[in-house]
């Protein structure tokens, strides 16, 4: 079976939104859960989120994309436009068909476009269903991350999408790696991406008595192995990797 090895690194996380600026910070032990802001709800007993804050604009995108893609799936193509420049790829759509049938994308989520599902189902209500956004199910559809890197860099290879609770990104990167090993691509883009800071999940996992109410020490919140530990801390952001045959 063929070597795989690693060659190209990007995220976009709270941190930072680029490996340069955030990798240093996770080695120093940073972490971005700080209090939530992104919508008031009072009665909510986790009062804390790892949220990611950018402009589109800034990436090369216009406010019409937002229509048309969620965020997991525009985060991801900016993280896979920057792990694909680390690895000397970024002109990987100019090459020969051929070769880019060798050419795969899988990249993972847990919950896929629940900012979409939202926005559209207060349209609905509000307006009506002939409102509706045509791009309502292309962009809330979870293969949507895979399926928008593929295109966007001509990867013509296998493209999926594993979807798998908390795991989707392992599990991506897992099969990813075994495409390579077992010579069904050459190369893969592949990771995980999530944009579910939602008042409504978070309402669904605080139900759940899942989340960690440690709301006066953000900062310290995580920490999943601690005798202490009072629930888990809902994080936002994207990480990809690009693998190729060694």
């Known amino acids: 079976m063929r070597r795989v090895v690693v060659t190209g690194l990007g995220t976009i996380n709270p941190l930072g939104h680029n490996v340069e600026t955030s990798f240093p910070r996770m080695l120093a032990g940073e972490n971005g859960v700080r209090a939530l802001t992104r919508f008031e709800a009072p009665d909510l007993t986790a009062q804390i989120a790892a949220t990611l ?3 589109l604009t800034e990436y090369g995108f216009r406010p019409p994309d937002a229509r048309k893609m969620d965020p997991f799936t525009l985060w991801a193509m900016v993280a896979a436009d920057e792990a694909l420049r680390d690895a000397g790829l970024e002109d990987l759509a100019e090459e020969d068909e051929e070769r880019r049938e060798r050419y795969g994308s899988i990249i993972g989520t847990g919950i896929g476009g629940i900012t979409g599902i939202l926005e559209q189902h207060l349209v609905l209500q509000d307006r009506g269903v002939r409102r509706v956004s045509p791009y309502f199910i292309p962009r809330i559809m979870s293969n949507a991350v895979s399926g928008q890197v593929a295109i966007r860099h001509g990867l013509m290879g296998t493209a999926f999408t594993t979807t798998s609770a908390c795991a989707p990104a392992g599990h991506a990167i897992g099969m990813a790696w ?12 592949t990771g995980g991406s999530e944009s579910a800071i939602t008042l409504l999940s978070m309402a669904g996992f605080a139900s759940a008595r899942a ?36």
């Open 211 to 246: 989340l960690s109410t440690r709301n006066d020490s953000p900062e310290t919140a995580s920490r999943p192995f601690d005798a202490d530990r009072d629930g888990f801390v809902m994080g936002e952001g994207c990480g990809i990797l690009v693998l190729e045959e060694y």
């Open 53 to 55: 804050d950018w402009d």
């Open 178 to 189: 075994r495409a390579i090993q077992w010579d069904e691509c050459d190369l893969v883009v």
